[in-house]
């Protein structure tokens, strides 16, 4: 080959190379591009999951004022609305598909007009509930009448409960009816799931100003015994706020609906800690009219904070509510009439746990009145301390330095391979315990709950120890077995337990957190040798090894 023709060769392969090379650097700067803005639109969409808007009234009708409150809430950015009954005012002559079409020509295609049911509504329920159904996708229950969700799906920050006290033939909420249990399994699963807030909805009020009787008074103490931490309600045509409000043991056991009791206040601020109480919100200004007035010599208005009527600013509006993890604030929205406006937040006192995936309820045993509850949601300390429903732990968990809050976990490390005992509440003779925790380790130790707890050495257990459920009896120090069933569990691992005692009848089922709980007991044992006691947890704990709860709740039966 001549030199000539070598040095055109070497030319060509140069401008390929370089070629190629150019290339190369194109198209990883184009996957540094992608990659980047992929990035940038994670994040807004993480931030855009990080919290959320709904809203909520009740009592429309079809009036300017209606109108004007559906066009604020279509414009709002609420990823919802709850219609909290009395929709359509005249169902006699306005059919259930010619009001739905109103509201819906109010909103945009598809909005989330999550609806239930009011007094005015019952005769066409049905066809309201076609004519605006469910828009959310994940609901579980009976639409419009008795149902729950989880908002946002998948990795929910708040659990909405929706029921029609007295609505429907059947639909009675006192205590021991299966929908007063099912109020109450709704609620416990969302606590064992660490979803940070639970919201109640319905139409009917019970504790508000002016009105003297109250027909599902068990639910509103179900509700007040939980600490939910929001109450929505509607039926008034006015607006009220309650103080934030919760039972006690002593001096507030139930909720008095025809006076004032100042012992059932636990913050009358605008700024609320959540877990200390809750909240009635009564939010009747959807647009019928007129509106009520209040009637400021009623004792009951003791229990509330701000109000609002036809003789106080009268105002037609719309509750909005932002919800994070850390904090949920409330503000009513003056949208016509006046300018009437109120507000309150509540916010965490410590971290929020991660929730769990949410999963359909399903049937199982429900507890009575709450003896004692703990969510664990405080400070870290050492020791446990006092519980979230104000009660102090006793047994070993107020006195050893082996039990301590940490990141919102009651947590036990053990020293000397020892078992220990952490007791809460009062005495009781038929009770049920239900309790979620883990240990880091399964080998020789186990994580369980006690009833009829007389002392270190008199009880009922039932406890997980990696392979089987099983109840246990120790009487005087002599431990005997009950009962055992299969049950592989892992160290790291989330359980809930469930330990029940009626007369000489003890039953026990365990199952992963968060996620179905199954229908039968899985472990059951007849005895009477112990009568009655307190209720708690125990566990086992070789050196090194950490047993954490975060949820324990003692109900009786």
Known sequence: MTPALNNHRNRSLLRSNLHLFLGTVCLLMLVAASTFFAAIGSRKGAQADSSFSFTAAGDYGQTSSTTANLNYIAGSGASFNLALGDLNYDPATVSADVWSSYVKSNLPVNFPFEIIDGSHDSSQIDALAADLPDQIGTISGTYAKEYYFDYPPGNPLARFIMVSPNMFPGYNYSKGTSHYKWVKRIIEKARAANIPWVIVGMHQNCLVIGTQTCPSPDLINLLLSEKVDLILQAQKHDYQSSKQLAL??????????????????????????????????????????????????????????????????????????????????????????????????????????????????????????????????????????????????????????????????????????????????????????????????????????????????????????????????????????????????????????????????????????????????????????????????????????????????????
């Open 248 to 557: 006690n043991s002593t001096t507030c056991p139930a909720m008095a609906i025809t006076s004032y009791n100042p012992n059932c206040v636990v913050n009358d601020t605008t700024s609320l800690t959540r877990g200390a109480g809750t909240v009635i919100v009564v939010t009747g200004t959807g647009g019928t009219v007129p509106l009520l007035s209040i009637s400021t010599t009623d004792p009951k208005i003791g229990y509330f904070r701000s109000w609002m009527g036809a003789n106080v600013n009268p105002t037609w509006g719309v509750s909005r509510f932002t919800v994070s993890a850390t904090q949920l604030t409330a503000q009513f929205v003056p949208v016509s009439g006046g300018t009437f406006s109120d507000g309150f937040t509540i916010t965490s006192s410590a971290p929020t746990p991660t929730p769990s995936p949410s999963v359909p309820a399903t049937p199982s045993p429900s507890p009575g009145t709450v003896l004692a509850q703990d969510s664990f949601q405080r400070a870290d300390q050492s020791l446990w301390g006092t519980a979230s429903d104000g009660q102090v732990w006793t047994g070993d968990a107020n006195s050893l330095p082996n039990f301590s809050i940490s990141g919102n976990t009651g947590q036990v490390v053990g020293t000397t391979g020892s078992s220990y005992n952490a007791i809460l509440g009062p005495t009781a003779a038929n009770a049920e315990v239900v309790f979620t925790g883990s240990l880091s380790d399964l080998s020789n130790n186990n994580l369980g709950a006690v009833l009829r707890w007389t002392d270190a050495n008199n009880w009922y257990k039932a406890y997980i120890d990696g392979t089987n459920l099983v109840i246990q009896m120790n009487v005087n120090g002599t431990l005997t077995t009950l009962a055992r069933a299969p049950f592989a569990a892992t160290a790291l691992t989330s359980y809930t337990l469930r330990f029940n005692v009626v007369g000489t009848a003890l039953s026990a089922k365990v199952w992963p957190a968060g996620m179905v709980e199954p229908d039968s007991w899985m472990a059951t044992a007849a005895d009477s040798t112990f009568s009655s006691g307190y209720c708690g947890l125990r566990m086992l704990v070789q050196n090194g090894v950490t047993a954490q709860h975060t949820w324990f709740q003692a109900t009786t039966q």
